[in-house]
């Protein structure tokens, strides 16, 4: 099997929009709690806590989105080198766990979205029922 050196190459701009997604979900959730947090000192309503507690599970599923989006990048990268160095079977392996890391990357990233859209279906639930 061969495997060029521009093949793992081709992850970058895929890899790296899909981390800047990852950033800037992370900073809206991130606005999001501090929000919350502000209501909940004044209010102390236990559906806020619910709310920052759901929120806080899917800041942590974006560490690992993000986690393991750099590591395909890192493994990405690493795999070119094993490649220019002709070290041609290591750098096949590499990219393969570098591809598995991204697919774990995206395969949270749709748990995370699952999540989201589970809590805003409660939202419009609730909006339903009062009209």
Not at 55 to 72: E, S
Request: include cysteine; charge should be positive; proline fraction near 1%.
């Amino acid at each position: 099997m061969n495997l060029s050196i521009e093949t793992p190459a081709l992850l970058f701009s895929a890899t790296s929009l899909i981390l800047l997604a990852y950033t800037n979900r992370f900073l809206t959730i991130a606005q999001i709690v501090r929000s919350l947090k502000k209501n909940y000192d004044q209010d102390h309503n236990k559906s806020i806590l619910i709310e920052i507690k759901n929120l806080n599970k899917r800041i942590t599923l974006i560490r690992y989105m993000q986690l393991f989006g750099v590591l395909c990048l890192f493994l990405s990268v690493f795999a070119m080198f094993l490649l220019f160095l002709n070290y041609e079977t290591i750098g096949i392996y590499v990219f393969g766990v570098s591809l598995l890391s991204l697919l774990i990357s995206l395969g949270i990233s749709f748990w995370e979205v699952s999540i989201s859209v589970n809590a805003l279906r409660v939202h419009l639930k609730d909006l339903m029922e009062e009209n």
